[in-house]
């Protein structure tokens, strides 16, 4: 195969790593604090976290550079501090991409915190353990097959995000043409055996990630 096949692979493997990994912190602080929490607008803060779930991916792409175009606040800070605005980098793909990933890693993490047994994490704190060393040593081995499922099913989405990245990071072969926009493009220009190759990538990645998550399901059951 030739670099043109693997480069949009390649990148999309990148983001997604990179995604996954932003996803994973924010997601398991995210979903920890909000399993333990009740407080008034709840509802109204956990609605806005899965949002991007639900919402076409041409209006995540929207607001994205509503929020982080170079006329923005958040655009201006990243000019003066980088400069350089963020729209059509590598960076705005992997910012696409971890904004659609997210709610699958919050919820995911959400719901493994929520199983554990609060009675077992007093009873740590009654022996004299830290919040930290609850968190580390308790929540997170109890919780861990969710946050896998969650970090699973994130780079998934993450992998194959398409509208958002195309309207915020564009299509820059090499730079921010991923295989999702990649293979859109191969249609567009009638190469279908190209396109085929690509789809049969992604579908391949994609089988095993969902295996992955339904065998750690199938074990814990």
Not at 18 to 37: E, H, K, P
Not at 99 to 105: D, E, R, T
Not at 128 to 141: D, K, L
Request: net charge neutral.
């Amino acid at each position: 195969m030739s670099m043109d096949f693997w480069s949009p692979l390649k990148l999309s493997v990148e983001v997604a790593l990179v995604s996954s990994i932003i996803v994973l912190l924010i997601g398991t602080l995210l979903g920890r604090w909000m399993a333990r929490r009740h407080f008034c607008g709840k509802l109204f803060v956990e609605t806005l976290l899965l949002l991007p779930l639900v919402l076409p991916p041409t209006v995540v792409g929207f607001l994205l550079i509503i929020l982080f175009g170079k006329n923005s606040v958040l655009g201006s800070a990243i000019i003066w501090l980088f400069n350089q605005p963020i729209m059509f980098t590598w960076w705005a793909a992997v910012l696409a991409s971890t904004v659609v990933a997210f709610p699958l890693m919050y919820q995911s993490a959400k719901l493994g915190f929520e199983s554990i047994d609060q009675d077992i994490e007093d009873a740590a704190r009654v022996a004299g353990a830290s919040e930290r060393q609850v968190f580390f040593y308790i929540a997170i081995p109890l919780a861990f097959k969710a946050l896998v499922a969650g970090i699973i099913l994130s780079f998934a989405r993450a992998l194959g995000e398409f509208g958002a990245t195309l309207m915020f990071a564009g299509n820059l072969p090499g730079k921010t043409q991923t295989a999702p926009i990649a293979i859109y493009m191969a249609i567009g220009s009638n190469n279908m055996p190209l396109a085929w190759a690509w789809v049969a990538s992604m579908v391949g990645i994609s089988f095993l990630m969902l295996a992955g998550v339904h065998l750690i399901r199938a074990n814990d059951s």
